[in-house]
């Protein structure tokens, strides 16, 4: 079945940026960013909604958890769903891999890291994670070897004061892509699980041209 997505078609713009929301959230919320993400209008953005609604119209989940870590099963779906996804949309949108990132917050961004990392995939312009971890789920096979990432940039950002997703394993995940090749950019804020307009704007900044 496709997945739902929000598009943010910008005229001109001759790149796509995916970006993956995170648990209980939905497809417009990191949607509503774009203009401040990429003012000089470069990306369109693609934002599909995840797999699993949850009760009572309160958003959607990528996969399930226990203690809230990754359910292998599941979340190998969801990578398979959504690497799908974005080559179609590549695809059809006639934009190669150098010219897409991938990101995503919390649940989002383990799956951009799984989909930027993972063995045979395609060659992603960037990656974005924020609030989130390196995927280490049985069943997923990551390349972290020392050129994987030839120089291609990823940012990182983590919430200092996050209880679901501590900032050292945000920092953990930034340490493995430098060692896999990869220009790191590494932010923390003074916030818990959640976004902040500094992050957004940091991220303006970082976005490749």
């Given at each position: ?14 790149r796509l940026l995916f970006l993956f929301h995170g648990w209980s959230s939905e497809q417009h919320h990191l949607a509503a960013y774009v203009p401040l993400i990429d003012p000089d209008v470069r990306y ?47 695809h059809a949108a006639g934009i190669a891999p150098e010219r897409c990132i991938v990101g995503g917050f919390s649940q989002g961004g383990f799956l951009a890291l799984a989909l930027a990392l993972r063995t ?90």
């Amino acid at each position: 079945m496709p997945l739902t997505s929000y598009r943010v078609s910008r005229q001109g713009a001759d790149r796509l940026l995916f970006l993956f929301h995170g648990w209980s959230s939905e497809q417009h919320h990191l949607a509503a960013y774009v203009p401040l993400i990429d003012p000089d209008v470069r990306y369109s953005a693609i934002c599909p909604r995840a797999l699993h609604d949850l009760p009572e119209g309160d958003g959607a989940s990528w996969y399930d958890r226990v203690d809230g870590e990754p359910v292998a099963e599941s979340f190998l779906s969801a990578v398979d769903a959504v690497d799908a996804f974005v080559i179609d949309e590549m695809h059809a949108a006639g934009i190669a891999p150098e010219r897409c990132i991938v990101g995503g917050f919390s649940q989002g961004g383990f799956l951009a890291l799984a989909l930027a990392l993972r063995t045979g995939g395609p060659r992603f312009g960037g990656v974005w994670a924020m609030c989130c971890a390196l995927p280490d789920v049985e069943g997923l096979v990551l390349d972290l070897s020392s050129a994987s990432g030839d120089g291609r940039p990823a940012l990182v950002q983590v919430g200092e004061l996050d209880s679901i997703m501590p900032p050292e394993r945000g920092r953990a995940a930034a340490s493995a892509l430098r060692h896999a090749g990869w220009n790191v950019t590494e932010a923390g804020y003074a916030m818990a699980h959640t976004q902040r307009i500094e992050m957004m704007v940091d991220a303006a900044g970082w976005l490749p041209t």
